[in-house]
C-alpha cells in the first residue's frame, strides 16, 4: 500500500489548499486516521519550515522535517506562501520539479483579478492541474 | 469582397503605427477595475452598466483617433461607408485591430440589415481571468457579470458620433465555457445631424 501524499498550500495565517493524492488512483482516499495524524504532521513542521527558511535563499527547502518513514519537504514561494509536501521519501528533484511546476500554476491563479492573495483557493481549474502534475511528477 | 481585405490591411497598417503597450499590464489593470468596481456596487447588473458608461467615455474619443490616422495615412476612408455592412466591417476590421491589434469577424447580419455580430477569436481584457465559483452563501452571483462590458460602451460610444446610435450585448463569452466571444450590435436609428436646437437660426 503506498503511504498517500499530501500537498498543503499555507498562507499566513491558516491553510489555503489541500489535496490529499493517493498515487496509485490519483483521488483522495486514505482512512480518516491517518489523513489527521498527516495534517498534524505537516502543521507540526511550520516552525522548523521557518527556521530554515533563513538557512538558504532559494525558494526550494528541502526535506525540513522527518517523521517515522514519512519526509516534509517544502517550498517557499515569494511572497512567503508555503508549498508543504508530506511524502514517504521521493527524490528531491522530482518534488523540486514539482514544486515549480505547482508554483506556476498558483502564479496564473494569482493574476486573475478575482483571486485576492492569501485567500483559500477555490478554483477546481487549479486543483486538476496540481493533481494532473501529482501524478506525472510523484508517482 | 475586396472591401474586406482592403480593411483588414487597412486595420494591420494602422496597428503598425500605433504606440504598443504591454499586454499583462494591460489585462491586469483592467481586472483591478473591474474587482474594485464589483466591491464598490456589489450588484453585477449595475457593474455592467458601469463599464458600459466607461466604455462609452472611451469609444466617443477613439472614433476621433481613429478618423485622424485613417485620414492621415490615406487608407481608402475618403470613401464613406455606404451601409451598416460596411461600417460594420471597419469597426472589427480597422477599429479593434487598431486598438487592440486582435482580428475580430463579423457576421450574422440580420434580414433588415440592422443587426450584426462582432466575433472576438481571444480576448486581451480577459487574460488569466477566471470568474469565481457560484458564492453558496448567497453573495454576488458573478455570473451574471459581463466582463467585457467594456466593449459595448466603446462601440456605442464611437458610433454615436457618428449619428449611429446603436445597442450593444455581450451573447457569449468564453469567461463563461463559450468557445467564442460575441458582441451583437442593433442599429436603433440614424441620427440627423445634431447640431442642436441652440444652432438653428432663426
Redesign the interface.
Known sequence: MSSPILFVIVGKNEPLFEAEIDTYTGTTGGNDLSTRQNYFVLHSALDLVEKSAWTTNSMYLRVVDKVNHQQVSTFLTAGNIKFMLLHGGKGEEVVRSFFNEVYGYYV??S?????KYDTPI????FENRVRAAARSYLS | MSSKSQAAQAGQALWAKMPKANAELFALTYGSLVTELVRDYEDPIEVNAQLDRIGYSIGVRCVDEFLSKADVAGMGLTTQCQNLRDTAEVVAKMGFKMFLGIQAEVGAFSQDQRCFSIYLQDNPLSTFVELPEDDPSGGEDLRRLKYSNLYCGVIRGALEQVNLKVDCNIVRDTLKGDELNEIRVELKEVLADGAGDDYKEE
Open positions: 496564473k491563479l493574476m486573475n483579478p478575482f483571486y477555490t478554483s477546481l481549474a
